[in-house]
């Protein structure tokens, strides 16, 4: 996608989850609202100067990093997955959960350092959990799927998980006990470096007003 962007700025947003309604309601009190069809995937705003970008969140520090998106909205566990250089403007203060490291109830196993050497990890953050584990000292296989990680222990493809965790409650109802958290996460506003310095006034004035809304 080669946007015709004639000077104007790109905000990226998930098209979908838990963070988009949030992200939208934020930007919408910061007189940002979308124009046209809520689920295009670009289209114009009640701003002239601003585009929206609806994107998988995954994706977002991809199309910012690359300079598709000048800024954008997603999870803190999400960019350090990546590992793209963006610069990270601000905590939003939604979306906030944990990156958990949880194991059978039955395992006898009390915090991470006790898992056995070799043991398989099931994640959608094969990254971040990898470097958790290397940071440790204790040798992983990371198994990466895209979603019911949870019910891995129970059918015998994984030791332990590295899942997100906002309330307990998914980890409760498969029967999974945490025992280390990799990191807390919640939405951030994230920034192309080079549109940090080309859009400086822009991209400050949009980020002081959303600091100035987030709880």
């Known amino acids: 996608m080669s946007p015709d962007r004639q ?13 988009r309604d949030p ?24 701003d002239p100067e601003i585009d929206l970008l609806s994107v998988r969140a995954a994706d977002i520090p ?22 793209l250089e963006v610069y990270e403007l601000a905590d939003l203060g939604f979306g906030c959960c944990d990156l958990v490291v949880a194991v059978s109830r039955e395992s006898g196993i009390r915090s991470p350092s006790e898992i056995p050497h070799g043991s398989k990890v099931a994640t959608e953050f094969p990254n971040v959990t990898k470097a958790y584990f290397d940071e440790l000292g204790v040798q992983v296989e990371t198994i990466t799927l895209k979603g ?20 307990g409650a998914t980890l409760e109802k498969n029967r999974l006990a945490p025992i280390g958290r990799v990191m807390s996460s919640s939405a951030r506003l994230i920034c192309n470096k080079i549109s940090y310095k080309t859009k400086y006034d822009k991209v400050e004035a949009i980020t002081n007003k959303l600091k100035g809304l987030s709880p």
Do not use: C, H, Q
């Open 7 to 19: 000077g104007r700025l790109i905000f990226a947003l998930p098209n979908k989850g838990r963070m």
């Open 23 to 46: 992200a939208l309601r934020l930007l919408e009190s910061a007189g940002i609202r979308g124009l046209g069809e809520e689920r295009a995937y670009l289209s114009k705003t009640t």
């Open 148 to 167: 019911a990680v949870e019910i891995t222990p129970r059918l015998g493809l994984a030791t332990a998980i590295v899942d997100i965790s906002s309330t």
């Open 62 to 83: 991809v199309y910012v990093y690359y300079g598709i998106a000048d800024l954008g909205i997603t999870g803190r566990d999400i960019v350090a997955e990546t590992g």
